[in-house]
């Protein structure tokens, strides 16, 4: 069974920093590249960062320069470091793992939401 847990959403202020986690199971991780996306009420989901198997990163650019992807194979852990937070970053974030070969194989997790607000 494939899980995706993130963790480390909640409230904090504009300027303020935040470290989601995203744990895998039930996936050969280091095969999948791994992703961050979100989406606040009324609009679509949108990519946020991706990092591939070769720790390659893309970037939404409207985070480009404050969040930073990274990914612990040994851990089957994903992370995004995001800094100086906009109440625009304010969205529920979900994890999601494509194989790197067969990518009809997409799994989500659940979300967290991360608000920015003073």
């Known amino acids: 069974q494939v899980q995706l847990v993130e963790s480390g959403g909640g409230l904090v202020q504009p300027g303020g920093s935040l470290r989601l986690s995203c744990a895998a199971s039930g996936i050969t991780f280091s095969l999948n590249t791994m992703a961050w996306y979100r989406q606040s009420p009324g609009k679509e989901r949108e990519l946020v960062a991706a990092?591939?198997?070769?720790?390659?990163?893309d970037y939404a650019d409207s985070v480009k320069g404050r969040f930073t992807i990274s990914r612990d194979d040994a851990k089957n852990t994903v992370s995004l470091q995001m800094n100086s937070l906009k109440p625009e970053d304010t969205a529920v974030y979900y994890c999601?793992?494509?194989?790197?070969?067969?990518?009809?194989?997409?799994?989500w997790g659940q979300g967290t939401q991360v608000t920015v607000s003073s």
């Open positions: 990092i591939y198997s070769d720790r390659s990163t």
């Open positions: 999601k793992a494509t194989h790197k070969i067969w990518r009809e194989r997409v799994y």
